[in-house]
């Protein structure tokens, strides 16, 4: 374990992990494109969940890299990188189930969202989160679980179309188990510094 904690602080081992982000990111805006620009304006942050996600990461690397930390950043980043990582792999998966097949794209999705899902959590013995940045994290998880399910601003998933309220159902308690997840690998940093 020892080990693993040299490589994620390995600066070179950083900047791979912060080049993977930015252009993962960048490739998450340009998959979410097509439906920004039907969005209204007043939703837009809100749609691009899985780049927003690896944005905030992104702040996360380069923090480590400067010996600059943020708890809130890490919070965002830790519990919405395992969120819409998850969240992703079930609707490509989900999607295969109702008939769309996988090809190349739907592969290479549901690996990268698993990486995201796990370097979010490799790091948490690294974050310095508090007990108010979860909070912070988790309404704010919530409120696009609001905005996604409630004003229809969810990715869209053509296979899925049918199935909105379950998969918000789904999503609302992957929010709360991520922020969960992420609390119980921080806890005992938590008890310690504050």
């Known amino acids: 374990?020892?080990?693993?904690?040299?490589?994620?602080?390995?600066?070179?081992?950083?900047?791979?992990m912060l080049i993977i982000n930015i252009a993962g990111t960048i490739y998450g805006y340009i998959w979410y494109e097509y439906q920004m620009k039907d969005t209204p304006v007043q939703f837009?942050?809100?749609?691009?969940?899985?780049?927003?996600?690896?944005?905030?990461f992104i702040f996360v690397l380069l923090g480590f890299l400067i010996g600059k930390n943020s708890g809130l950043f890490q919070a965002l980043a830790a519990v919405s990188l395992f969120k819409y990582g998850i969240w992703a792999v079930g609707m490509n998966v989900g999607g295969s189930f109702a008939g769309e097949p996988l090809d190349w794209i739907n592969y290479m999705l549901i690996i990268s969202h698993l990486g995201m899902a796990a370097e979010g959590l490799l790091y948490a013995p690294f974050y310095r989160i508090k007990a108010v940045h979860l909070m912070i994290a988790m309404v704010i998880l919530l409120h696009n679980d609001i905005i996604d399910y409630v004003f229809g601003m969810m990715p869209r998933y053509p296979a899925l179309q049918g199935y909105s309220?379950?998969?918000?159902?789904?999503?609302?308690?992957?929010?709360?188990?991520?922020?969960?997840?992420?609390?119980?690998?921080?806890?005992?940093?938590?008890?310690?510094?504050q």
């Open 1 to 16: 374990m020892a080990y693993l904690r040299i490589i994620l602080m390995n600066k070179l081992f950083l900047v791979l």
């Open 44 to 56: 837009l942050l809100f749609v691009p969940d899985s780049p927003t996600a690896s944005l905030f």
């Open 165 to 193: 309220q379950q998969i918000g159902y789904f999503t609302f308690w992957l929010s709360l188990l991520s922020v969960f997840i992420v609390w119980i690998l921080t806890a005992s940093k938590r008890r310690i510094t």
